[in-house]
Nanobody, 127 residues
């Protein structure tokens, strides 16, 4: 079993930055592909970014390319999402998720691929 806990959310003005963290307990994340998703009320949870087990490969949804950066530190059993140049449309609850993987270079991008989820952290960007 994996427990994922997100932190780093909050209120920020448009143009500002936030760094989300996701810490895991219960098992190592070193053989898990990891991802960030987000959700706003009355909409489906959507993919934001993902990173392979090794950290070599990453993927982003088009709307955050060049603004957001996903990274991981397997020694700390954590992943991160650096969010720069934030816009009001980035306001959402952001969730961290883990995908148990046999392929160290695989980058999971689909919601149904993930095995464990955190509780989410609210990000609010004011205009």
């Amino acid at each position: 079993q994996v427990q994922l806990v997100e932190s780093g959310g909050g209120l920020v003005q448009a143009g500002g930055s936030l760094r989300l963290s996701c810490a895991a307990s219960g098992r190592t994340l070193s053989n898990c592909g990891m991802g960030w998703f987000r959700q706003v009320p009355r909409k489906e949870r959507e993919f934001v970014a993902a990173i392979s087990w090794t950290g070599v490969n990453t993927a982003y949804t088009d709307s955050v390319k060049g603004r957001f950066t996903i990274s991981r530190d397997n020694a700390k059993n954590s992943i991160y999402l650096q969010m720069n140049s934030l816009k009001p449309e980035h306001t959402a609850v952001y969730y961290c998720a883990a995908h148990l993987s046999f392929n160290p270079e695989y980058v999971p991008e689909r919601l149904y691929e993930y095995d464990y989820w955190g509780q989410g952290t609210q990000v609010t960007v004011s205009s």
